[in-house]
């Protein structure tokens, strides 16, 4: 990830959530927050987590002594408890005020936790926020109804996925490949490896949810 993609600001409105899953890299200081065992690839970045949540069964009691004596506040739930680790950190931010926030470590070996790490960028305690996952070159955020920016540099790649059946009104600017008022139907690849042609470009949703990947460079 670029570190002009991540600006900085005041402790209370920036934080990255970490997952137990691939590891990346963030170019700035951010306070972080980690589910469980993603307190390691937290500290593998040099960021001390604030808050460890979670059932605990990724993390040593060993660890969770040493990050509590650093000054984490841990927060252990019951391991059968509806909602995923992830959840509970996302959960967490929100509530205590963050604005913008990355995930980070949130891709990893099991594509049902990988979808679902994506699903979970949907809860509505998140609707105010800036939230997106970051994994190695790549960035994903979800995309309702509205108009929505992208920054990057002309050749970069952008994929535009329907994840809540089909997505409708779709109008996009500084894109190679325009879409004009058009319909992205749940199934076909039809959005997949867009380019940017600009520094900055637009996309404009009527109705639904897109799933947007930006690559850095083409993929």
Not at 50 to 69: K, P
Not at 74 to 91: F, G, H, Q, S, V
Request: aromatic share 4%; net charge negative.
């Amino acid at each position: 990830m670029r570190s002009t993609d991540i600006e900085r600001a005041g402790w209370r409105e920036r934080r990255s959530v970490f997952g137990a899953g691939l590891r990346s890299s963030l170019g700035c200081a951010v306070r972080s927050v980690a589910a469980d065992g993603g307190a390691r690839h937290a500290l593998a970045l040099d960021l001390q987590p604030r808050v460890v949540i979670g059932d605990m069964d990724s993390s040593t009691e060993d660890e969770l002594s040493t990050y509590a004596a650093a000054g984490a506040e841990i927060l252990r739930y019951p391991a059968e408890k509806n909602e995923t680790d992830l959840e509970l950190a996302l959960m967490l931010v929100a509530e205590r005020g963050a604005k913008w926030i990355r995930i980070i470590g949130a891709v990893g070996d099991r594509l049902d936790q990988t979808m679902a790490n994506v699903y979970l960028m949907a809860l509505p305690q998140l609707v105010l926020t800036d939230t997106r996952m970051v994994a190695g070159k790549q960035e994903i955020r979800l995309m309702p109804a509205g108009d929505h920016t992208l920054i990057g540099v002309p050749g970069d790649t952008i994929s535009l996925l329907p994840v809540s059946g089909d997505v409708r009104g779709i109008t996009t600017d500084g894109l190679y490949y325009p879409l004009h008022h058009d319909t992205l139907v749940f199934g076909p690849a039809r959005g997949v490896s867009n380019v940017l042609s600009e520094t900055r470009a637009r996309v404009r949703v009527e109705s639904g949810t897109l799933m947007c990947v930006h690559t850095i460079g083409r993929a």
